[in-house]
Nanobody, 121 residues
Framework: QVQLVESGGGLVQAGGSLRLSCAAS????????MGWYCQAPGKQRELVAT???????NYADSVKGRFTISRDNAKKMVYLQMNSLKPEDTAVYYC???????????????WGQGTQVTVSS
């Protein structure tokens, strides 16, 4: 019963920037880590960046220095600022949240539908 909705994707030229947003809603009582993952056609879904509820971040080596993840706990949103985009960044970007719908339940991974990011040469 948790919904994650991504937005902000689009078509940009190499070197450009995009800011992805993800809004969590539904019967969420708490959320631990949130993150962004990408999946290119024919490839596995890969970690881009994660952030804990206290602000500790982790990035894939390929995006360090270019992407920045942030979150707003009150709004239940997570963002990904993408700078210096490269054609190889082209993929569907998915929002992830470790959430639970009851205070007695376990934390589970929830996923959004994804937003397309296309970087042209």
């Amino acid at each position: 019963q948790v919904q994650l909705v991504e937005s902000g994707g689009g078509l940009v030229q190499a070197g450009g920037s995009l800011r992805l947003s993800c809004a969590a809603s539904g019967s969420i009582v708490s959320t631990n880590a949130m993150g962004w993952y990408c999946q290119a056609p024919g490839k596995q879904r890969e970690l881009v960046a994660t952030i804990t509820r206290f602000g500790s971040t982790n990035y894939a080596d390929s995006v360090k220095g270019r992407f920045t993840i942030s979150r707003d706990n009150a709004k239940k949103m997570v963002y990904l600022q993408m700078n210096s985009l490269k054609p190889e960044d082209t993929a569907v970007y998915y929002c992830n949240a470790e959430s639970r719908t009851t205070t007695w339940g376990a934390y589970r991974d929830y996923w959004g539908q994804g937003t397309q990011v296309t970087v042209s040469s």
